[in-house]
């Protein structure tokens, strides 16, 4: 008997602690369900707030590029004004300058109040526009009575504004243009100044009415927790700072703010959205996981296949988002790529192409017609490519203005036939919808690779047609990726992968290319070049590594290695006591998108003492001769002259656009391009460089002539007055160990007979 009760009590016991055990198994279970779900909720609204306030400063952006382009459009226009003494029909001047700008009205005003301008009525302007405070010294931009943007710009003549050039824009407009981001059925945009004045107010603006409201409500005991969001709101708008806030407003519920800096005045652009719309998927799954708690304490596997369905859902979903191109329609990249690798798959050599096509000069559009023009044009490309689409046939729209096709073609001359096909297509948009405003020859650029290896990745076929597109097309419409493109190609990598060693082992060596003053017939200068001599390599020419290193963005890294070799000769010149002089150092492209490059340049220039204007800085034409930077320029030419440094204006007439705004450019030096000098000068020819070397002279510039190869050359530039040439006629590049020896023999002249 104490046996079988000793027996039950075992058994009892054991019951007990396995319901113990298999209750704290499925506690510890329900609590890792739901702590994972709450922190999947959080991630989740992280997420959903960034993406939010990430669409918002894209909007933000969009919107103050907006701006700025059409107060960039009135200030070029008030420059034309001030040139131009009188203008028959101002009126009909302004209309058309009004309809181009995408502005209702264009008005002149001087300081009298006088004004001139369209057929606008002038009644309904009096009540939009305070006139009378207009602001005559400053560019600004205005919003009135909730109608309308102002913008203002002086017209200065002689250095003083004495009228002033007003443009009007409707809100009406403008908030069309805000809603072109879709934030959500539920949502709506403004724009507030930091005081939470409205700029621009949504039609049904009953719910931003009740933010005002709130927003300049005070604090009070019995509501301070309502009005918390607002205080953030309030100071991160007062400090220009972007956020976001969950807000509950009256009947209105709950909703999400973002809010960003305009970056125009101080305006700051919101946009509002339903909380529930928002977070609909969010809220569904937070219910869904606690039925699933619910049925965990049932069936603890079932539990498990529900969330993991629940995560396939999710991510299937999110596939979907990137699949279709949010403007055109299209395809995206990811969609087309996972298409093509399906139909390659099953396909032999041969039978398919990708092509690339690229629509060269695509921002002219943008710029001159506007952006929705663009969107059209893109549209409509997209309608032509799918028009001439075959069965098993897909394209996408890969980024921008670039489109990606793979087409059934097993020969370049059925590519290039479908190609030309494309392009009569594309150039008959002017009876399209979408496309017609924009009056504008397209042109595409196209690369294609016959696909050899259906196993290959795509990325790497599709890079190849990239590659073809980016040759010299020599009249063709369509380049094809061959064995000379892959061998440049793998070229290019060779240089990629050797040039960071280098750098460090210094394999870049420096060369001088001297320049001899004509007047004097002397050594005046030179100019600082780079030879690469790999160890197992050998020499690698410029023309082999400089549009590599270009592409790559890596030139700036060299251009920088070569500053400070010449700084490190000119601090060896001048500690041997040596004669100093200028040497000048080439600045690519690159820098002009670094406003600090500057810095880096001064600094070791201060770290090996060397003086004030012996280090002349060369930045190429194309570089400099753009006049939509033209500040941005005159600002980098300062800077270099700031910080000790020469500045001279390389490859000069090489667009032949230059000479109109080069009285804007404070350079030392103009050096002409050698193109000027490769074939035989007539008359006409000597007359132009001799007028130009006039110009720059007037100027107070000097100038230096650079590819000169024959007396003959030297001659005539001698008696045009040019100060210095450079060329092989007098030496070709040295090492500095040359070039020192080459410095203490007198210069040659031919003219004279003379050594």
């Given at each position: ?672 391009d050698k193109s000027f000098f490769n074939n035989h000068l007539d008359i006409k020819a000597k007359q132009v460089i001799t007028n130009i070397i006039d110009l720059v002279h007037k100027l107070d510039m000097q100038v230096v002539a650079e590819g000169i190869e024959t007396y003959e050359l030297v001659d005539f530039l001698h008696d045009a007055q040019c100060d210095a040439v450079q060329g092989y006629v007098f030496s070709k590049p040295l090492s500095p160990a040359d070039f020192e020896k080459w410095r203490e023999t007198p210069v040659r002249s031919e003219r004279t007979g003379d050594a």
């Open positions: 008997m104490k046996h079988r009760r000793y027996k039950g009590d075992r058994y009892r016991a054991a019951f007990f602690v396995s319901m113990i055990t298999s209750v704290a198994l499925m506690g510890f279970v329900i609590g890792i369900i739901v702590w994972g779900t709450w922190i999947m909720r959080d991630s989740l609204n992280a997420k959903t707030e960034k993406h939010i306030s990430d669409v918002t400063e894209k909007l933000a952006d969009y919107m103050g590029f907006r701006i700025e382009t059409k107060l960039n459009y009135m200030e070029q226009l008030a420059d034309s004004l001030a040139w131009i003494p009188q203008i028959e029909n101002v009126e009909g001047f302004l209309k058309k300058k009004a309809e181009a700008f995408g502005l209702a009205s264009l008005i002149i005003q001087n300081k009298s109040g006088d004004r001139i301008g369209d057929d606008a009525s002038y009644d309904d302007l009096n009540e939009w526009v305070e006139f009378e405070k207009i602001d005559y010294d400053d560019a600004e931009v205005i919003s009135t009575a909730g109608e309308v943007f102002v913008y203002t710009v002086p017209i200065r003549r002689n250095g003083a504004a004495d009228s002033v050039l007003i443009g009007v824009s409707e809100h009406g407009k403008i908030y069309e243009q805000l809603r072109n981001v879709d934030l959500g059925e539920m949502s709506e945009v403004c724009i507030i100044d930091a005081k939470g004045r409205a700029v621009i107010l949504p039609e049904n603006n009953q719910y931003f009415q009740q933010i005002d409201a709130y927003y300049h409500a005070s604090v009070n005991a019995g509501d301070t927790d309502a009005l918390m969001p607002f205080r953030k709101m309030e100071e991160d708008v007062n400090d220009q700072r972007a956020g976001i806030v969950d807000l509950s407003i009256g009947s209105n519920g709950r909703r999400i703010l973002s809010y960003t800096p305009l970056h125009v005045n101080d305006w700051q652009l919101i946009a509002s959205t339903e909380h529930d719309f928002l977070y609909a998927d969010i809220q569904a799954y937070m219910r869904t996981t606690y039925v699933a708690i619910i049925a965990t304490v049932l069936v603890f596997l079932t539990i498990s296949a529900f969330l993991t369905l629940g995560y396939q859902k999710r991510k299937r979903q999110m596939e979907e988002l990137i699949m279709k191109d949010a403007l055109t329609g299209a395809m995206t990249r990811v969609a087309f790529n996972k298409k093509c690798e399906l139909m390659l798959r099953e396909e032999q050599p041969g039978t398919y192409a990708i092509l690339f096509l690229n629509l060269k000069n695509f921002k002219h559009i943008n710029r001159i017609w506007g952006i929705a023009a663009g969107d059209g044009v893109l549209k409509y490309i997209c309608k032509v490519l799918q028009n001439h689409l075959m069965e098993d046939e897909v394209f996408c729209r890969s980024e921008m203005d670039h489109f990606l096709l793979c087409i059934k073609a097993d020969t370049e001359e059925k590519v290039q036939l479908r190609v030309d096909r494309l392009i009569e297509a594309v150039n008959s948009f002017h009876h399209d919808a979408d496309a017609r405003q924009a009056h504008h020859t397209l042109r595409l650029l196209s690369g294609a690779y016959i696909v050899e290896n259906p196993q290959e990745d795509i990325a790497l076929m599709e890079n190849y047609a990239r590659i073809a597109s980016l040759s010299d097309s020599k009249g063709q419409a369509c380049i094809f990726f061959n064995a000379e493109l892959k061998a440049k190609m793998e070229a290019a990598a060779r240089v990629e992968a050797l040039f960071e060693e280098s750098i460090e082992r210094r394999d870049f060596l420096l060369y001088l290319q001297p320049k001899v003053s004509l007047d004097k017939m002397e050594l005046c200068g030179a100019e600082a070049l780079v030879r690469w001599i790999h160890p197992e390599h050998g020499m690698i020419y410029p023309s082999e590594f400089i549009p590599v290193l270009e592409a790559e963005g890596e030139i700036g890294t060299l251009d920088l290695y070569v500053f400070e070799e010449t700084c490190r000769l000119l601090r060896k010149w001048m500690d041997e006591k040596k004669t100093i002089i200028p040497v000048s150092v080439n600045l690519s492209r690159v820098h002009m998108n670094r406003a600090d490059f500057i810095d880096e340049y001064a600094a070791i220039k201060q770290k090996y003492n060397i003086p004030d204007n012996v280090i002349e800085l060369e930045v190429t034409e194309s570089t400099m001769l753009d006049i939509d930077q033209i500040q941005i320029i005159k600002n980098m030419v300062a800077d270099i002259h700031q910080n000790g440094f020469l500045c001279s204006l390389d490859d000069f007439g090489f667009g032949y656009s230059s000479l109109a705004i080069l009285k804007e450019l404070n350079v030392d030096v103009v050096k002409l």
